[in-house]
């Protein structure tokens, strides 16, 4: 049996986190003991965690450069004497690996969820020195694995393994009702975005989008869920446009699934993403997915058969495509079918987890040959 931690910097309800916590339930206990580390802070997912009797511990960095959260890790990687250590984004990748060096842990795998274009000089410069203490670096996207392929990782310790979606179904609701929460009106047509308020998300594009058409459909509503650095920029941009009536920033929300089934579609305006989880969960709950054909995104939507993609930073094309999907309910239930079948065949959390089991046993017994 083997010992496998998983390293993330916050058990917050987002796309990595969800799918560390599907991979931490997931892997058969017959075959690995599992722990969860939560670098900077816990969240919502711990209470998840616990209840699928998988301990959490919690390192406590507080400073951007935390020596003493680095020898709290190795210290905690030693003593709980691991045989697999798994990161999960750039702090958690980051100190994982110089902590799981120190610890002398046997294998090292590292997740990459994205096409990180805002990373550095600097940053890759780290995810470069540190891929040698790495036994493999998993993309959820073929465009993550190129991406960190072009960055100077070695190919031979690159691997794709496909992000999976859980089993969830969409949950019974009156969609007159969820618009009258929201402050809207019961049968307005209701767009869907869900994500980090980050200029990755490219949301301003979907809020110009907007705005060419409340001139065409002046009933077309949107909520916009989600936090993050650029809200109060987007905010203002709505207040401007006078659209905020029509368009409500709610936050985190632990209630995106009610308010996914509730919706006519999902909008994504990213200009690079991994393999979006707010995609896949649009397309199992059968929600047709207008997107901009960002790297990570294509490999999820296929266009005019599972949604609607779109060139980057062109409002007037995602303006197009959402009112197509609005005032064509049959283009919708078939996007909205295909996308489930697609998410069935191609996606499905349990090629995951057996992906990630096969991969952590390979790697465990060609170290313990080289030793």
Same mark, same amino acid.
């Given at each position: 049996?083997?010992?496998?931690?998983?390293?993330? &910097?916050?058990?917050?309800? *987002?796309?990595?986190? /969800?799918? !560390?916590?599907?991979?931490?339930?997931?892997?058969?206990?017959?075959?690995?003991?599992? #722990?969860?580390?939560?670098?900077?802070?816990?969240?919502?997912?711990?209470?998840?965690?616990?209840?699928?009797?998988?301990?959490?511990?919690?390192?406590?960095?507080?400073? @951007?450069?935390?020596?003493?959260?680095?020898?709290?890790?190795?210290?905690? !990687?030693?003593?709980? /004497?691991? +045989?697999?250590?798994? =990161?999960?984004?750039?702090?958690?990748?980051?100190?994982?690996?110089?902590?799981?060096?120190?610890?002398?842990?046997?294998?090292?795998?590292? *997740?990459?969820?994205?096409?990180?274009?805002? @990373?550095?000089?600097?940053?890759?410069?780290?995810?470069?020195?540190?891929?040698?203490?790495? +036994?493999?670096?998993?993309?959820?996207?073929?465009?993550?694995?190129?991406?960190?392929?072009?960055? %100077?990782? $070695?190919?031979?310790?690159?691997?794709?393994?496909?992000?999976?979606?859980?089993?969830? #179904?969409?949950?019974?609701?009156?969609?007159?009702?969820?618009?009258?929460?929201? %402050?809207?009106?019961?049968?307005?047509?209701?767009?869907?975005?869900?994500?980090?308020?980050? $200029?990755?998300?490219?949301?301003? +594009?979907?809020?110009?989008?907007?705005?060419?058409?409340?001139?065409?459909?002046?009933?077309?509503?949107?909520?916009?869920?989600?936090?993050?650095?650029?809200?109060?920029?987007?905010?203002?941009?709505?207040?401007?446009?006078? !659209?905020?009536?029509?368009?409500?920033?709610?936050?985190?929300?632990?209630?995106? &699934?009610?308010?996914?089934?509730?919706?006519?579609?999902?909008?994504? $305006?990213?200009?690079?993403?991994?393999?979006?989880?707010?995609?896949?969960?649009?397309?199992?709950?059968?929600? $047709?997915?207008?997107? =901009?054909?960002? &790297?990570?995104?294509?490999?999820?939507?296929?266009? %005019?058969?599972?949604?609607?993609?779109?060139?980057? @930073?062109? &409002?007037?094309?995602?303006?197009?495509?959402?009112? /197509?999907?609005?005032?064509?309910?049959?283009?919708?239930?078939?996007?909205?079918?295909?996308?489930?079948?697609?998410?069935? *065949?191609?996606?499905?959390?349990? =090629? !995951?987890?057996?992906?990630?089991?096969?991969?952590?046993?390979?790697?465990?017994?060609?170290?313990?040959?080289?030793?």
């Amino acid at each position: 049996m083997l010992n496998v931690l998983q390293l993330i &910097p916050t058990l917050d309800r *987002s796309g990595a986190e /969800k799918q !560390m916590v599907l991979l931490a339930k997931g892997l058969p206990r017959d075959r690995f003991r599992v #722990e969860v580390a939560a670098l900077t802070r816990l969240g919502p997912l711990e209470d998840e965690l616990r209840a699928a009797e998988i301990p959490v511990t919690l390192i406590g960095k507080r400073l @951007k450069a935390d020596p003493l959260a680095l020898v709290r890790l190795a210290r905690f !990687m030693k003593e709980r /004497k691991f +045989d697999v250590v798994q =990161t999960w984004i750039f702090a958690a990748n980051t100190y994982g690996r110089l902590s799981a060096r120190r610890a002398g842990v046997p294998v090292v795998v590292v *997740s990459e969820m994205a096409v990180d274009l805002w @990373k550095g000089r600097g940053q890759l410069a780290v995810d470069r020195f540190l891929a040698k203490w790495t +036994d493999k670096v998993v993309g959820n996207s073929k465009a993550v694995v190129e991406f960190y392929r072009r960055a %100077g990782v $070695p190919e031979e310790k690159l691997e794709v393994i496909h992000s999976g979606i859980g089993e969830e #179904e969409p949950p019974e609701v009156d969609p007159a009702e969820v618009r009258r929460s929201l %402050g809207f009106e019961p049968k307005a047509p209701l767009v869907l975005f869900a994500g980090r308020l980050a $200029p990755q998300k490219a949301v301003e +594009d979907l809020i110009a989008a907007l705005d060419i058409l409340q001139h065409v459909r002046p009933d077309l509503r949107t909520v916009i869920v989600g936090d993050g650095p650029s809200r109060e920029r987007l905010e203002d941009l709505v207040a401007a446009f006078q !659209m905020r009536r029509s368009i409500r920033f709610l936050g985190h929300r632990e209630d995106v &699934p009610r308010l996914l089934a509730a919706s006519d579609l999902l909008v994504l $305006p990213s200009l690079y993403e991994g393999l979006p989880n707010v995609v896949l969960e649009a397309m199992r709950f059968r929600k $047709p997915v207008v997107a =901009t054909a960002a &790297p990570g995104t294509t490999e999820v939507v296929v266009d %005019g058969v599972t949604g609607l993609l779109v060139p980057m @930073k062109a &409002p007037t094309e995602l303006a197009r495509a959402i009112r /197509k999907v609005i005032e064509d309910r049959e283009l919708a239930r078939r996007l909205g079918e295909a996308g489930r079948d697609r998410v069935e *065949s191609e996606f499905r959390v349990q =090629t !995951m987890i057996d992906r990630f089991a096969e991969l952590y046993e390979r790697l465990a017994v060609a170290r313990a040959e080289r030793e």
